[in-house]
């Protein structure tokens, strides 16, 4: 099993530190996730000053990144104790590159090369997760065409299901761009599904704040555009199902990323989001409260 400190030890490189660790573990036959179907892109507004099509490309060489990743829930039903579900701080460094694949597409592989949380039980199980691979399929623009996961055999339940929800909060964070030619300043709207129930949609807006070469930093902010009137529910005491009303549903989010056009993930930047939901039974009048807020940081490593 790679370790941190085999990770470092001797003075390897990043990459020579991503082969051992791959080496060390024994890959099962990937899984693939599927991402769901292509977003939407929006141009806004084109900026100013020197136009051109940003794409992604191959890498030129290795990179390493550690994403951190936390998150918090609670929900308040009346009659019981609130539910508080927390992720405390977990980091998951990775070292990768990208690839050419066909049609133009990349391909974006990082291997695992250490997982640690603020919480040592946590970390305790993290530690199988060295040498655990990714790979997201994007088209030029960006946009995710397909994700896979090869674990190591003998990663624990609490590794693949940590990696798996960094893989994909990371494939959210992957920034989609115009295929028109923009400069700084400019401001586009990648609309794309999700998994909720009442608000099916994410409507991401992006605005390019500095480009530097094949690094571009840009604004997110994030909003649910359309949210539905009722929720199907099932009933606490597990008899059929109910229908809540949407008294009120907030989606935000912002932040701020540094993305080199070359690496197969952002090199740098912080982005938060939250959920706010209040739902009531028309019949009892009861009303539920659900909250969640998350946090995903991105920070080069090595």
């Not at 994410?202 to 649910?224: K, S």
């Not at 009137?229 to 199902?241: F, I, Y």
Request: hydrophobic content about 35%; glycine content about 8%; overall charge negative.
């Amino acid at each position: 099993m790679a370790s941190t400190a085999a990770c470092s030890d001797g003075g390897d490189s990043p990459g020579d530190a991503a082969v051992s660790a791959q080496e060390d573990q024994g890959l099962e036959p990937a899984v693939e996730v599927d991402p769901g179907p292509a977003p939407t892109v929006e141009l806004l507004d084109e900026g100013s000053g020197d136009l051109r099509v940003l794409a992604y490309a191959p890498s030129r060489e290795p990179v390493t990144v550690a994403v951190t990743r936390s998150a918090t829930s609670r929900t308040t039903v009346p009659g019981s104790e609130p539910r508080i579900d927390e992720t405390p701080e977990q980091t998951l460094t990775v070292e990768g590159e990208s690839e050419p694949d066909v049609d133009g597409a990349q391909r974006a592989t990082v291997t695992a090369l250490d997982f640690t949380s603020v919480d040592e039980l946590r970390s305790a199980q993290f530690a199988t997760a060295p040498g655990f691979a990714v790979t997201w399929t994007r088209s030029a623009d960006g946009i995710v065409r397909g994700l896979s996961l090869e674990a190591p055999a003998t990663a624990t339940d609490a590794a693949r299901a940590g990696v798996e929800i960094t893989a994909n909060a990371v494939s959210d964070a992957t920034v989609a761009w115009p295929t028109e030619a923009i400069g700084v300043g400019a401001r586009w709207t990648v609309t794309r599904a999700v998994d909720d129930a009442v608000a099916p949609e994410r409507a991401v807006t992006y605005e390019l704040t500095a480009l530097d070469g094949d690094v571009a930093t840009v604004t997110v902010e994030v909003g649910a555009p359309d949210t539905a009137a009722t929720l199907d529910a099932p009933a606490p005491d597990g008899g059929p199902g109910v229908t809540l009303e949407v008294e009120a549903y907030e989606v935000t989010g912002s932040g701020e990323l540094t993305v080199d056009l070359r690496a197969p993930v952002p090199v740098d930047g912080t982005t938060e989001s939250s959920t706010r939901a209040v739902y009531v039974d028309p019949d009892s009048g009861r009303r539920t409260t659900y909250e969640e807020d998350s946090v995903l940081d991105f920070r080069r490593a090595g």
